[in-house]
RNA sequence: GCCCGGGUGGCGGAAUUGGCAGACGCACGGGACUUAAAAUCCCGGGGCCGCAAGGCCGUGCGGGUUCGAUUCCCGCCCCGGGCACCA
């Protein structure tokens, strides 16, 4: 029988289709909820979705066949801007573009065979979606977390809109278009994250062993927390204070200078009447000019001015010089700092350079530390000197005993600084969540009463990719009536960062039609939280951290009914959704770049194509063109695949072959591996692999090429012996039905009894890596060692042909979760009427697994010398006797003395002559 | 600079508690089938020496613990990622 993927694909994905199998509703049953992080619907599915949903669905269809109630949905995170590009672009509506990217995906995710509960699909574009966005907004600005401000934003000039931080890159760059972020004040609205970035930190710790752990100390670094305090210094001709954040009180009375950061509301306050105020005003006119990012990167050389004033040291009463500097940022801390240059690196820079005294106050215990001798500052902990009372206390004791004198002179106080900022979530564009509020000229802020929304966005808002938003041009959308007094009033004309509509997308597939709330707390209080998440490291932070913030808020404005038992309790009342993260590696391809190939080739851009055609084929031909004018004509970089080069017209007609064939042995030796992107041209597009080879054999190569945390190389070869591998299955199956669908009984022959242990060896092993580790790779191995017995195998009896049976009736369900339709159609073949998808996972039998005889390897001195076989039962003594007559084990020890004898029954044994 | 992760054949990778290093696959070599090729099937393989039996070496490098180390400890090198004038 030939193995038709594409016919089997077809019949099965109809029959489950039918049969409604993936179709999830509460019931008495355990539940099991994964998840895979839904996609952008920018067009096309991409290879790293199908790594990522293949992972997910073999872990679904386990858990279902395992007896779990498997809630496995997907859906659409459709708003954003490139919806919007595109209409700028081309005219199309951003709904209509979004609309038809997602039929045309869902078709491709379909294709894949994924058994996904399409039930439950959602687009957050949909009004039924994102009224809930709008609801949970309000909640939010009723209970003081979602608040209005005019603040300092990053502005990216091409997108016109503006940036949460997490979104600007380390160079200061726009993480979606690249260009450089400006710094612009907007009135925005802010959610108040850092209320909650104490528990957010506090329960990373629930997540440990769950999560990975560079997930979790990524969350930690981008909370930052920092304990010390806050100090007071006066400037008393000024009437002033300088508020500062320490993390380090134990230095105060090695404190020099204070400085302001530029921006410091006091810093030309203080500057004032002084005869540094032309040169203050300079110096904060030219930080204002420069670029942010470059400020607080630290790649500057350390500026600052003298503000012409002095402060006085809160304990000592002396007077210390108040300096404006470029290295200190006004959005950390109080945006003013202490300067301690004998033991912080920046402040001792900045003294060095301004001629600063430098004051020691710690020094390493049982040495002595001169300030005049000092190269770099001291920053460890140590035993304080030069320090009034305090003197002789260590560091860790002294923080504490400082701050509590600062407390008792009302000069300062225990603090603690965040990293974290709150979370930025207007956006000036169209294709998002309009923001539910209306600002009416006398009452202010006024939200849409509920009963109003959705606020839908409307249709006809011009896009052209200028100004402010769209929806601000939309008089219609914009003027209504206010609420409150019922005068003249506008619309909110700013619409939600779409990480707002990712935040809780996993709580409205427990109720995707509920029209009520955001969700029914029965329905959330039994399906959540998702028991195994899967996505990309590159969410560790942004979206993973908001959905944390977004399940907390939500439970404590009530939304949730606690379940009344469940493993996961802990994690439901402390508001964390995804119990389990895998973070599934990148799929990087091979490929080569125009400029590496001339190198390899050993021609540059001057070269003719006449001498690349010779390079490439060893055909002498005449073409006088440079390569460089080929280049320019076909709008061609050296940073490109050189696939572009070598399909042009003038040098394609000249070779044999696919373009692909002819570049693949100077990709192998002089190109290099990068994640498949649209620009790199490294891209396979994983519906033309369904197509040519099927998608069982797509999806167990993804599945087989590396553990799926790690990253892996695409390889054309490896799809292939994927496929090969499923049809050796499909073969043999379907040659030997007769003895697979007979019955048989009787005894069986030694290799009868080691094909059924290998049966359950590998049942073991595979149910092991699919309910724990993960580790899909070894458990597909594990089923072709089994496959790789199995045809070897000649049945001596009747017995044995029912060992044979059993053995691949067993690989057929084991390969039920990777390759799902090959094995429903097998499961079929060989006689069998219900679906496999409703098939319970078979038992291990543990009587099968045991041993008569085991093989033990013999080492002598550490060095494996021979292998013995001995009885299951055997004792130390018969071990010992058996690897003594064993001549390989003789010859080695012959002459020797047997100092020692190691046996670890089972494993090994080991003799340590001399 | 700080914090993670990693380094094993030609390649992807395996070794679950310190116990036979290299499972499984890819690529490769040899053979069978074929007029031939492809496909398929069978066999082979870490390196060095050897006709072979066998021996020696071998998990980034150097040291240590142990009967025994890819695994544990100390020091270093290299690669990947995150954070970073954060007070």
């Known amino acids: 029988m030939k193995f038709s993927p594409k016919e089997i694909e077809e019949k099965w994905q109809k029959r489950w289709e039918e049969e409604k199998v993936f179709e999830s509703k509460p019931d008495g049953r355990k539940k099991y909820y994964v998840l895979e992080m839904f996609p952008y619907p920018s067009g096309k599915i991409h290879m790293g979705h199908v790594r990522n949903y293949s992972i997910g669905d073999v872990i679904a269809r386990f858990k ?50 994924f058994s996904y509960d399409w039930n439950r699909e959602i687009a957050t574009c949909q009004p039924d979606y994102y009224r809930w966005n709008q609801w949970i907004f309000l909640k939010m600005l009723e209970k003081g977390i979602a608040y209005r401000s005019k603040a300092p934003v990053n502005w990216c000039p091409s997108c016109q809109t503006v940036l949460a931080n997490e979104q600007v890159d380390d160079e200061g760059r726009c993480w979606r278009c690249g260009t450089i972020v400006e710094t612009r004040e907007i009135d925005s609205w802010f959610l ?105 990167t630290g790649e500057l050389p350390k500026e600052g001015v003298f503000t012409g004033v002095y402060a006085v040291h809160p304990l000592t009463g002396e007077r210390i010089p108040v300096y404006t500097a470029n290295f200190v940022l006004m959005d950390y801390g109080t945006g003013a700092v202490m300067s301690v240059p004998a033991h912080d690196q920046r402040d001792f820079e900045f003294a060095k350079k301004y001629g600063l005294p430098v004051k020691e106050v710690i020094t390493p215990e049982g040495e002595e530390l001169k300030a ?86 409307p249709e006809n808002a011009p896009l052209t990719g200028e100004g402010r938003s769209p929806l601000a041009r939309v008089p219609e959308f914009v003027n209504v009536k206010c609420p409150k007094c019922g005068g003249e009033a506008e619309r909110d004309t700013d619409t939600m960062d779409t990480f707002f509509d990712s935040s809780w997308y996993f709580l409205r597939y427990c109720s995707p039609k509920e029209e009520s709330l955001p ?26 951290l908001y959905s944390r913030f977004f399940t907390k808020v939500l439970r404590d404005l009530g939304l949730f009914k606690e379940p009344e038992d469940g493993h996961q309790r802990e994690f439901f009342k402390r508001g964390e959704p995804f119990q389990n993260l895998l973070t599934q590696g990148m799929v990087n391809k091979r490929w080569i770049s125009v400029k590496n190939l001339l190198k390899a080739l050993g021609l540059t851009e001057e070269s003719t194509v006449g001498e690349l055609i010779k390079a490439l084929t060893g055909k002498e031909v005449k073409e006088e063109e440079t390569i460089g004018s080929l280049m320019r004509k ?63 054999a797509t999806r167990l190569y993804v599945l087989f090429a590396a553990p799926p945390e790690a990253e892996f190389e695409w390889k054309t070869e490896g799809i292939e012996g994927a496929y090969r591998f499923l049809r050796r299955v499909f073969q043999f199956a379907t040659e030997n039905l007769e003895s697979l669908k007979g019955e048989h009984s009787g005894e069986l022959s030694k290799e009868g009894k080691e094909l059924r242990r290998k049966t359950h060896q590998t049942l073991k092993k595979v149910g092991e890596e699919l309910s724990e580790r993960f580790k899909f790779n070894t458990a597909i191995a594990a089923i072709m060692e089994l496959f790789n017995q199995i045809t070897s195998f000649k049945p001596k009896t009747e017995g044995d042909r029912g060992a044979l049976k059993e053995a691949v009736e067993k690989l057929i369900v084991m390969l039920y979760p990777f390759a799902p339709h090959t094995a429903e159609e097998l499961w079929e073949l060989t006689g069998h009427g219900e679906l496999l998808t409703k098939t319970p ?74």
């Open 519 to 544: 969700f029914k707390p029965e329905e959330a209080s039994y399906y959540m939280v998702v028991d195994q998440y899967i996505g990309g490291i590159e969410h560790a932070v942004l979206h993973l």
């Open 64 to 113: 279902r066949m395992a007896g779990y109630n498997v809630l496995h949905p997907m859906g659409w995170d459709a708003f954003g801007l490139p919806a919007e590009n595109a209409a700028i672009k081309s005219g199309v509506h951003p709904r209509e573009w979004t609309l038809s990217n997602i039929a045309n995906m869902k078709e491709e995710l379909k294709k894949l065979g």
């Open 634 to 696: 076909h709008h061609i970089t050296v940073g490109d695949n050189a696939i572009l080069l070598i399909s042009t017209e003038e040098v394609r007609k000249f070779i044999e072959g696919a373009p692909e064939e002819v570049l693949k042995p100077y990709e192998e030796k002089f190109g290099e591996v990068s994640k498949m992107s649209k620009s790199k041209l490294n891209i396979v597009n994983p519906s033309e692999m369904v197509e040519k080879y099927g998608a069982d």
């Open 372 to 457: 005049e001798e000092m190269e770099e500052a001291y920053t460890q902990p140590g035993v304080l000197v030069n320090s009034g009372k305090f003197t002789g206390l260590k560091s860790e004791k002294a923080k504490e005993e400082i701050t509590k004198e600062l407390e008792r002179l009302g000069k300062g106080r225990k603090s603690v600084q965040y990293r974290l900022r709150d979370w930025n979530i207007s956006r000036q564009r169209y294709w998002g969540t309009p923001i539910p509020v209306i600002h009416c000229p006398k009452c202010g802020i006024v939200p849409v009463p509920e009963e109003e929304l959705p606020v839908k966005l």
């Open 841 to 914: 996972w078979p038992e291990v039998d543990e009587e099968a697994l045991k041993k008569e005889e085991v093989e033990i390897p013999v080492q002598v001195n550490g060095k494996v010398r021979a292998v013995i076989s001995v009885p299951a039962g055997a004792t130390e003594e018969d071990v010992r006797e058996i690897a003594l007559r064993e001549p390989k084990v003789q010859k080695a020890v012959e002459g020797k003395e047997i100092v020692k004898f190691i046996y670890r029954p089972g494993r090994i044994v080991n003799l340590v002559v001399r």
């Open 192 to 296: 108040k994250i850092t209320d909650y970035a104490e528990e957010l930190l506090k329960d990373l710790e629930l997540l440990k062993g769950h999560w990975p752990e560079p997930v979790i100390t990524m969350q930690k670094n981008w909370i930052g927390k920092s304990v010390g305090a806050e100090v007071e210094f006066e400037v008393p001709e000024k009437g002033e204070k300088i508020r500062v954040f320490t993390t380090r009180p134990d230095t105060l009375f090695g404190v020099t200078y204070v400085v302001l950061a530029p921006e410091h509301p006091l810093t030309l306050k203080l500057a004032e009447g002084t005869p540094q105020e032309e040169e203050v005003k300079a110096f904060v006119e030219k930080m204002r000019r420069t670029e942010k990012r470059k400020r607080s």
